[in-house]
Structure formats: C-alpha cells, structure tokens
C-alpha cells in the first residue's frame, strides 16, 4: 500500500474524532488539511458532524433522586469501612509492634526483680526462664483474645448500624 493511501486511511479513522471535537491540535491540523485536499472525506466529515451535531442536541438522562441517593450512601458506607479497615490494620500493626518491645524488654526487668543486677549477667536457662516464658505466653493469648472479643464486638454494632 502506498503512503498516500495509507494516510488517507489514517485520516478516515481520526474524522468522527474530529467530529467530536476529541482531536489534538496537530491531528486537528492534518484533517483540515487533508479534507481541504479530499472531497470523499470531506463529505464523510460533513456527515460525522451531523450526526455529533444532532446527538448534542438530546437530552440528558437524568437518574432518579432515590437512584442517586442510594449510590451516595453506599459509596459513604464503602469510604466509611475502607477507612476502618485502614484505621483497624495501623492499630493492630503498632500493638503488635509495642507487645514485641514490651516483650523483650521486660526480660531484662524480669531478671532484675527475680535476682537483681547479677541475674542480668547470669545466663542459665534456671526456673526463672520457665515463669517468663509463662507470664509472656499468658499474655499473648489474653491480648488475642481480647482483640477477638472486640472485632465482635465492632461486628455486631456495624450489623445494628
């Protein structure tokens, strides 16, 4: 296919753009060029603009007041638990963040109250390792349980909202 056929077919493609008015400055260019050159275009052009002229001219549909409300508050309720989930996500993340350095950190603190600064240097795996592990491990579960109860809690007044 010659260039010229090629770039009259390029032109064809981009006329109910122009139509539109959806055309950029230089594609505007090219067409007025073009359609100043060729009658078959331009013709085609004159009935594209018609028919973008006459669909201007119809009335927009407009949907219902209760159609439009619905979609608001639903879109409120979705804004309203993404930001929830967001809020509810750094929460937990920080919480499990601060119980971790609680965690290590009452080690050294537990040590120092079962046997003061010379049980911070002993390192023997004594009886003392098992309370530890025990008091840790107690208040993890008592920390994911309560979490448990209140994303239930947090169900339970969404379903009643």
């Not at 159609?67 to 638990?81: D, G, K, P, S």
């Not at 919480?95 to 971790?100: E, Q």
């Amino acid at each position: 296919m010659s260039d010229a056929i090629r770039e009259h077919e390029k032109i064809r493609e981009l006329l109910a753009l122009a139509a539109a008015g959806a055309l950029d400055e230089k594609e505007e260019q090219l067409v007025a060029r073009h359609l100043r050159e060729c009658e078959t275009c331009a013709a085609e052009q004159e009935t594209w603009s018609m028919l973008g002229s006459a669909l201007r001219r119809l009335p927009t549909p407009q949907p219902r007041a209760s159609v439009v409300e619905r979609a608001r508050a639903q879109a409120q309720i979705r804004l309203a638990e993404s930001f929830e989930q967001r809020w509810n996500t750094t929460v937990i993340a920080c919480l499990v963040a601060f119980a971790w350095v609680l965690t290590v950190m009452s080690w050294p603190v537990f040590k120092l109250a079962t046997g003061g600064v010379a049980g911070l240097f002993d390192h023997d795996f004594h009886h003392g390792w098992f309370w530890f592990v025990g008091f840790t491990a107690t208040v993890w579960i008592a920390g994911g349980a309560a979490a448990a109860l209140l994303s239930l809690y947090s169900r339970r007044e969404r379903r009643l909202a």
